[in-house]
């Protein structure tokens, strides 16, 4: 495959003097990759392994970068979204940093059966990695909204999986999706015995932990992100999560986010450019708005969601995901093609 156009113009820009420097060079290889072109370093291979440095995330070149990418549908329903030719286009085409792997526990979820549930995602970090993007995994609990209901599950899976791809650096642990029904205080605690969890297996891996108000910073349970500031997770190396539907979440939870990145790292994990709901009108004015002030604040994200669910928040066309055919926007709905465009605008991962 062509290298990705959102790299073209850095590439051209960079291509005999900056490249070397910048870690924009040419890779030692351009042999296929199972399917997958490596024809350029991909976001994986530039950044290396992450860690969190003051309120920012950085590359293993001690510089902040953004993320930007896609979160599946839950795979208990969307798997078949989820497959080499459309994780191709979201990485060749898209131009994808990231990819995160949504995986509820329950709704049919991982309660149902955890050993096919743990194999999937295992097998979609493979896919991301082969594909140079970074694997975010989504421990999608979601209702209990409390994170504890689930602990004992949650500490039997992240062991297995951190032992697993420990010696990836491409690798994120996401513990908690959408807290909700729960004080932050009650989210802190299970957030102080899950972190060592996942250390004991994997030192060098970054973990989000979600906020309490279904990932809202507190807003959307009538509290604020003073709750963090004035009692933070007793760990390191992690970042709270924030979310957000543009059309629903305007004014108090934008103010909450502004106030709350210049004290907290901070990533998007899951954001729409319509309802709550995933559905509804495109709020697209409201979402540039977040997307701008997370671009110049290096705060990244992944958009909810990549499939062909009936919603708008889909981004594929209804029976898309039957097919084979994923390039391009003639599948994509128009926040499909909004959020594409996004994601295509160049990366700007520092490395000198």
């Not at 078949?80 to 085409?93: E, F, G, I, Q």
């Not at 297995?160 to 010696?167: G, I, T």
Request: aromatic share 12%; with cysteine.
């Amino acid at each position: 495959m062509a290298i990705r156009s959102r790299w073209l113009g850095l590439l051209a820009a960079a291509s005999l003097l900056l490249a070397p420097a910048t870690g924009w060079a040419q890779s030692t290889t351009d042999q296929d990759r199972d399917g997958v072109n490596a024809a350029v370093a991909r976001p994986a291979e530039v950044n290396g392994q992450l860690r969190v440095c003051g309120v920012k995330l950085c590359n293993k070149h001690g510089k902040p970068v953004q993320l930007r990418g896609m979160s599946t549908h839950g795979i208990q329903w969307y798997a078949h979204c989820v497959k080499p030719a459309s994780l191709d286009a979201l990485a060749d085409d898209w131009g994808a940093d990231i990819l995160r792997i949504s995986m509820y526990v329950q709704e049919d979820g991982y309660e149902t059966d955890p050993r096919k549930f743990t194999d999937m995602v295992h097998n979609y970090i493979e896919e991301a990695t082969k594909r140079g993007m970074y694997a975010l995994v989504d421990w999608h609990q979601l209702d209990p909204g409390d994170p504890n209901y689930n602990l004992a599950r949650a500490k039997t899976f992240f062991t297995e999986v951190a032992r697993r791809h420990k010696d990836k650096t491409n690798v994120i642990y996401d513990i908690a999706n959408e807290p909700n029904n729960v004080s932050w205080a009650g989210i802190k605690s299970y957030a102080e015995q899950m972190i060592p969890v996942i250390r004991a297996q994997d030192p060098e891996a970054v973990v989000f932990v979600g906020t309490h108000g279904w990932a809202s910073l507190g807003v959307s349970d009538g509290r604020s992100e003073a709750d963090i500031v004035n009692n933070p997770i007793n760990a390191t190396n992690f970042m709270y999560t924030f979310h957000f539907y543009a059309a629903s979440h305007q004014d108090e939870y934008f103010e909450a986010l502004k106030r709350a990145a210049a004290r907290l790292p901070i990533f998007v994990t899951e954001f729409g450019t319509q309802t709550y709901t995933g559905d509804g009108a495109n709020d697209f004015a409201y979402a540039a708005k977040y997307l701008d002030f997370l671009a110049a604040n290096r705060i990244g994200w992944t958009n909810w969601n990549f499939s062909d669910d009936f919603r708008s928040g889909a981004v594929f066309k209804e029976g898309t995901c039957e097919g084979d055919s994923f390039a391009g926007t003639g599948v994509l709905k128009p926040a499909g093609v909004w959020i594409r465009d996004r994601i295509r605008s160049a990366d700007d991962f520092p490395t000198a």
